[in-house]
Nanobody
Framework: LQFVESGGGLVQPGGSLRLSCAAS????????IGWFRQSPGKEREGVSCISSSGSSIHFADSVKGRFTISKDNAKNTVYLQMDTLKPEDTAVYYC????????????????WGQGTQVTVSS
């Protein structure tokens, strides 16, 4: 499984970014896929996960109502639209698959890419 993330950058608080992840070696209509983030001194946090059918979507409580996940099976690409960004969203964002969601909404990922840096700062 391979992933190429893009779309990160520097944005002011309240701004938006759209991350993209081009996947290869598997197809999104078979595997679930999602995003997690990691920042220095903090634990890895699962951000969002979308099922292979697209019918099941999960978000971390910290991003609900602000982030949207979508995918284009024809392009084998998953997106993370991030709106109303906050400084605490600053992290390296990784795309990974498959993603599994526990009963407690914890997300785990089997494989992942190199990540893309998102910095929210004025």
């Amino acid at each position: 499984l391979q992933f190429v993330e893009s779309g990160g950058g520097l944005v002011q608080p309240g701004g938006s970014l759209r991350l993209s992840c081009a996947a290869s070696g598997f197809t999104l209509n078979v595997y679930s896929i999602g995003w997690f983030r990691q920042s220095p001194g903090k634990e890895r946090e699962g951000v969002s996960c979308i099922s292979s059918s697209g019918s099941s979507i999960h978000f971390a409580d910290s991003v609900k109502g602000r982030f949207t996940i979508s995918k284009d099976n024809a392009k084998n690409t998953v997106y993370l639209q991030m709106d109303t960004l906050k400084p605490e969203d600053t992290a390296v964002y990784y795309c990974g698959a498959p993603c599994k969601v526990s009963a407690g909404n914890e997300m785990t990922f089997g494989s992942w890419g190199q990540g893309t840096q998102v910095t929210v700062s004025s």
